[in-house]
T-cell receptor, first 111, second 113 residues
Framework: EDQVTQSPEALRLQEGESSSLNCSYTVSGLRGLFWYRQDPGKGPEFLFTLYSAGEEKEKERLKATLTKKESFLHITAPKPEDSATYLCAVQDHNQGGKLIFGQGTELSVKP | DAGITQSPRHKVTETGTPVTLRCHQTENHRYMYWYRQDPGHGLRLIHYSYGVKDTDKGEVSDGYSVSRSKTEDFLLTLESATSSQTSVYFC????????????FGPGTRLTVL
């Protein structure tokens, strides 16, 4: 059974304090791994798609990496506006376009 | 929100009443999805559509039905709402069902008393 586990559940950082969020996954055949950002009361906002181990994607202070078992979302010198819940999801080759989501990591960045 | 609207945005209803949520897109994307989001469970797929009149079940489809008579509209119906269906419902769209990212709407908060 496909499974996605995100850690930690919550992370509190000071502004400028870099850190990483983890997404561990189990799928029979990975088609893609997706990162989303979700602000309170809003829908998830797409950030990145990673397709194969070794791939990296960057956007402003965020960098996503992928191995065969997990993905990391690195946040460099975060700002308060980076505070949000970050969601990871996977697509399995055998499950069509369905996304399996983790429960998310709630990030809080204090000034 | 990638040209996606959901209506209503908030609804309070009573157990046993029928409820219909609407998702409308202006992107002309082929695939549309309905998810629910609950604390401790994350986002879970209810139903999805891969074209007009073409729909299939997701992970948590019991108690829900869907219809898609036009490319732009995807309706989610709770035939007889129960308290366990209190949740936030999100619609998502994707240009294709393959390895394409899904774009989400703003959500509908439904409370069943």
């Amino acid at each position: 059974e496909d499974q996605v586990t995100q850690s930690p559940e919550a992370l509190r950082l000071q502004e400028g304090e870099s850190s990483s969020l983890n997404c561990s996954y189990t799928v029979s055949g990975l088609r893609g791994l997706f990162w989303y950002r979700q602000d309170p009361g809003k829908g998830p906002e797409f950030l990145f798609t990673l397709y194969s181990a070794g791939e990296e994607k960057e956007k402003e202070r965020l960098k996503a990496t992928l191995t065969k078992k997990e993905s990391f979302l690195h946040i460099t010198a975060p700002k308060p506006e980076d505070s949000a819940t970050y969601l990871c999801a996977v697509q399995d080759h055998n499950q069509g376009g369905k996304l399996i989501f983790g429960q998310g990591t709630e990030l809080s960045v204090k000034p | 929100d990638a040209g996606i609207t959901q209506s209503p945005r908030h609804k309070v209803t009573e157990t046993g009443t029928p409820v219909t949520l609407r998702c409308h897109q202006t992107e002309n994307h082929r695939y549309m999805y309905w998810y629910r989001q609950d604390p401790g469970h994350g986002l879970r797929l209810i139903h999805y559509s891969y074209g007009v009149k073409d729909t299939d079940k997701g992970e948590v489809s019991d108690g829900y039905s869907v219809s898609r008579s036009k490319t732009e509209d995807f309706l989610l119906t709770l035939e007889s709402a129960t308290s366990s269906q209190t949740s936030v419902y999100f619609c998502a769209i994707s240009p294709a069902g393959g390895i394409n990212e899904q774009f989400f709407g703003p959500g509908t908060r439904l409370t069943v008393l």
